[in-house]
Each structure stands twice: as C-alpha cells, then as structure tokens.
C-alpha cells in the first residue's frame, strides 16, 4: 500500500469527522461536502439580497440540532470552512459579517474541478476501512452520475436533513471576521 499524499490525508480526516459525526449521511452527502470544499459556495449566490434574506430567515428559525463546531474545515488545506450558524447564534455573532464573509467567499475564491475529482478519488479509495454507512458501489454510481451532469450542487439528502437538521454557511477563512473568529 502506497502512502497518502498530505492532501488525501487531511482529506481523509475530515471524512473520518463527518463519518463519526454524521453516521447517517449518504453518498449525497459526502459529495455535497467534497464539491463545497473544492467549489465553495458561488452556486448559492443569485442575489445578494435574497441571500442576506435567506440568512434573517434562518438564523431567526435555526431551532434544535446537532452540537456542531462553530467552525468546521472541510477543505483539505483548511481554508473553506462549514461555518455553522448554531453555535455561532450562541456565541453572539455578526449576521453582517457573516453575510460578508459568505458573499466575498462565493465572489472571490475560485475552487476547480480537478480538486472535486481528486477528493471523490480520494473518498472512494480511502473507504474509511469500511466505516462507511453506504457501500463504496453506491459512492461510486452516484458520484459517475453527478459528473455526468456536469459536476452539479446537491442537496443534502432527506435523511441528513431529518436527522441533523443542518444550518451553515461555506466560507473561506481568510474572509472571516466574526468576534476575534480566524
């Protein structure tokens, strides 16, 4: 066995968290949180306005879930971040600056698709030693079809949703300035 490059390692960190945090997730999942790491968050921003909205609406409405990180890498070099809104309502953030840091992370950071095809590659090989709660054939099947549709966003799945009820906002580091948060 060859060892891991730095990248799929880190890589391989991040999917054994969500794994262990998220044992429901499905193939969906794991791509949607691969295509935000390598992407970021430009397929979410169609109108600056209705997505300050979207957030006033969200923040107000968050409700119960999960005890998640306020901040939660998922890139592999730890630059585009899960910024999760429960934690972040408790500690007293900034809707502005997060609004900003959202917006100028969907307008500036420019991800690849090559990097979204290394971390599928990286998600399919690794297999997290059989950890998974899917089989390797089912990642594999959907990943092929996403890409091809042309490397779509995707929404979580029904039963992540149900079960994790998840309330965040992709952001790169570099654009976040929320109470001392870097």
Not at 39 to 55: F, K, P
Not at 102 to 121: K, W
């Amino acid at each position: 066995m060859q060892p891991m490059a730095s990248e799929e390692m880190d890589f391989w960190r991040i999917l054994v968290n969500q794994v262990n945090r998220y044992p429901r997730m499905e193939p969906r999942d794991l791509y949607k949180l691969a295509h935000q790491a390598s992407l970021g968050s430009e397929h979410a921003l169609t109108d600056v306005a209705g997505v300050h909205r979207w957030l006033e609406r969200e923040l107000v409405e968050i409700g119960p879930g999960p005890d998640d990180p306020l901040l939660d890498p998922i890139a592999a070099d730890g630059g585009i971040v899960r910024l999760h809104l429960r934690p972040f309502v408790a500690a007293g953030g900034d809707p502005a600056a997060l609004l900003d840091a959202f917006v100028r992370t969907a307008q500036e950071f420019h991800g690849s698709i090559e990097t979204l095809r290394r971390y599928l590659r990286y998600a399919v090989k690794i297999d997290l030693g059989g950890d998974l709660p899917f089989t390797v054939e089912a990642m594999v099947y959907f990943f092929a079809h996403m890409e091809t549709l042309g490397f779509p966003a995707a929404h979580h799945s029904e039963q992540y949703e149900r079960f994790y009820r998840p309330a965040y906002r992709v952001v790169h580091r570099m654009y976040l300035k929320l109470n001392g948060v870097k």
